[in-house]
């Protein structure tokens, strides 16, 4: 386990992704690394509530949810100060100004390296 | 005898009267004609003369007897005494124009003087001062010679014509037209084309009236039948009565500039259509009167009638929509400032509350003091292209969306098939399988613009791909036409091959004997309404749940599990002595609804 990744240790963290698979391979990763998960969720109001419930420290973001984008996710983290990371087919382009500082992972992306990227925010 | 004296003294009486008379009638002649009359002797001595002699010849009445070769006449003739001489010699007159020392003209006669009784008795000569007639016949001279010299150095075709152009008196054709020596009254039908023939008429017709100077352009024919071009001009040679006594003209061959100005005509032509068919218009402004053209695209783009505005740069700009005013007014002064072109995408308002998208571009052009006096420029309607262009991003954007998201897939599946997987051929035959089920689903949804996939489509793409239709009697798919999300298909189209696999390696259709029915409509079920999919096979293999286990994982995992995760969806899988019996129910509504409405565009 890298450092950078190492420090997820211990951290609460959203994850958004739709498709089961890559969640499920998201959450067994980042639980392997002593973080402790939240979710994984597929949908914005599953996505929301979670934000609403609790303290996070960071979060990954699938941008597209079975056909709904995940933005009003990613205000409400950025209101609440959560750090996160978007894991994404989409290009730079679609994402709104606003997100500029949130890093882009493209996918297809490994769960460490999506690890990584949420550690250095 | 006194009787007779007297008659004799009367009749002498009457003579003398009647030579008096006769007399006083030729100075009253000589007087009246004022030809001079000069009486020579045969010795040339003077016997009389007339008044207009004496200032000829410098001599009085005093001279009469003296011969006139001893006077120096001021006449240029010096030949006087020779010619008198050959006239008393052969006895005819000689007639000739002498020019005096004053330049005037006279009009000599020299004659035998012939006595009543036909007795040659001297000469005789008159002098009559033809001064004005010469003079005349001089100008006309030299005019008609200037004419000749003209007509012989001039390119040009010259042309008479009488004063109703009737008839053509003349036409020097200068090696273009033929020409014409003799007047003719079929002139029109030898030099101009038959179907020029009315415009040409028509003009003579207005000038005449008038007595206005002709000019038109016309065809005429050359004398190996060509046509050519030419610019006629004829002024009307006016009489001191005011009437018009002949016309005058002269005719240039313009064909080379006809046939210019008509590729001209024909190249502004081309690029007005050019420019019309382009979708483009244009506009010409002169900086200096504010004078504006407009083509006429340029009033449709702007939503305008073809000339319902005023054309003008105020015109123009308050088309342009008012939050992009300012911007445009800015890049044009650049322009105008840097000499640089105005290049600007804006929107404007048409009259009709319409917005639009326009590019336009345009160049100003400058006098020699760098001052600007016109701009030509472009515009053209965008909002089309946009459109076109935005739904050809949020496409790109889409196609990159899922690919990326399918290489994540793969990846995924990847992952679960080497898990699952005892040997590397056991892997590389499911990962195909898979592959080819999701490339299935990819062709499916590439068409989906035009014909949304439907579960019936779904589920038929998968069973022939097994081949499974073959054997049509132990297959029963029912249930209506649904179209499905694209954003739920692929999920579900895993979850359809995996029971189809199962199916065909382990289930009803892995011998001869099964069943399989699939089955849909659509259910309520928690107040929600749902699309529920029953498979149902019997007469299959019975098959315990230890056979393959870890493969029927994968497909169970799916079923069990993505499918509630991904699509909401409520499962239920079961295997049962004929094979597997599953049940799908998928939400039809909310974030994760299965079938496609219109906010699916």
Known sequence: MDKAAGSLKGRRVLLVEDDYFIAEEMNRTFRDMGVEVVGPVATVGEALRLIESGHLDGAVLDINLQGELAFAVADLLLERCVPFVFATGYDQSVIPARFASAIRCEKPVSPVALARALALR | ?601
């Open chain 2, 1 to 601: 005898m006194n009787e007779e004296l007297q008659a004799v003294n009367a009749e002498l009486k009457n003579k003398l009267d009647n030579i008096s008379t006769a007399h006083s009638d030729l100075q009253n002649l000589t007087a009246a004609t004022e030809i001079g009359t000069l009486f020579l002797d045969e010795k040339l001595r003077i016997r009389m003369f007339t008044p207009p002699v004496v200032d000829l010849f410098n001599i009085a009445e005093m001279d009469i007897g003296r011969a006139i070769t001893d006077f120096t006449n001021r006449l240029s003739y010096e030949e006087i005494g020779s010619d008198v001489a050959r006239v008393l010699r052969d006895l005819t007159p000689v007639e000739s124009e002498i020019r005096s020392k004053d330049n005037r003209w006279f009009m000599m006669r020299l004659r035998p003087y012939r006595t009543i009784e036909d007795r040659i008795s001297g000469t005789v000569l008159t002098f009559i001062d033809i001064t004005d007639r010469v003079e005349a016949e001089h100008k006309l001279r030299e005019s008609e010679r200037r004419f000749r010299a003209l007509v012989q150095a001039s390119s040009q075709v010259l042309y008479r014509m009488s004063p109703q152009w009737r008839e053509m008196r003349q036409l020097s054709g200068s090696g273009f037209l033929s020409d014409m020596r003799a007047p003719n009254p079929e002139w029109l039908e030898h030099y101009i084309l038959p179907e020029e023939q009315p415009r040409v008429r028509a003009a003579i017709h207005e000038v005449i009236a008038d007595k206005k100077p002709f000019e038109l352009e016309h065809r005429v024919r050359l004398p190996d039948g060509a046509t050519r071009w030419t610019l006629s001009r004829a002024v009307p040679i006016i009489d001191e009565n005011g009437e018009i006594e002949e016309w005058f003209g002269a005719a240039t061959d313009v064909t080379a500039g006809k046939v210019a100005e008509e590729a001209l005509r024909g190249s502004e032509e081309s690029l007005r259509l050019a420019l019309e068919v382009g979708g483009l218009g244009t506009w010409d402004r002169d900086l200096l009167t504010g004078e504006c053209i407009w083509s006429a695209n340029q009033y449709r783009i702007f939503g305008l009638e073809v000339g319902e505005a005023e054309p003008s740069e105020a015109a123009w700009l308050e088309c342009v929509h008012p939050d992009d005013l300012d911007e445009v007014k800015a890049a044009m002064a650049t322009a105008r400032d840097e000499h640089s072109v105005f290049e600007r995408e804006f929107r404007i308002q048409r009259p009709d509350g319409a917005t639009r998208w326009c590019f336009s571009r345009g160049q100003f052009y400058y006098d020699r003091e760098d001052k600007p006096v016109r701009m030509i420029g472009v515009v053209e309607d965008t909002t089309e292209r946009r459109e076109w262009s935005e739904r050809q991003q949020v496409m790109v954007a889409e196609l990159q969306h899922r690919t990326r998201n399918l290489l994540a897939v793969v990846r995924s599946i990847v992952g679960q098939t080497i898990k699952a997987s005892g040997t590397l051929e056991e892997f590389r035959d499911r990962l195909n399988d898979r592959l080819a089920a999701l490339s299935r689903v990819q062709g499916l949804m590439s068409r989906s613009d035009k014909e949304p996939i439907t579960l019936r489509a779904l589920i038929t793409a998968e069973l022939e791909a097994l081949g499974a239709v073959t054997s049509p009697e132990r297959l029963s798919v029912e249930g209506p036409d649904v179209p499905l999300r694209n954003a739920a298909v692929q999920t579900l189209a895993l979850g359809l091959h995996e029971l189809a696999t199962n199916a065909r390696k382990y289930g009803a259709l892995a011998n001869d004997a099964g069943h399989l029915a699939i089955e849909w409509r659509s259910e309520t079920i928690d107040g929600e309404a749902h699309l529920v999919i029953d498979w149902i096979e019997t007469g299959g293999n019975a098959r315990a749940d230890g056979d393959d286990a870890s493969h029927k994982g994968y497909g169970q995992e799916l079923i069990e599990k993505a499918l509630p995760y991904t699509l909401g969806a409520k499962t239920s899988h079961e295997l049962t002595a004929g094979g597997v019996r599953c049940t799908i129910a998928l939400p039809m509504s909310g974030p994760r609804r299965v079938i496609r409405d219109t906010r699916d565009g």
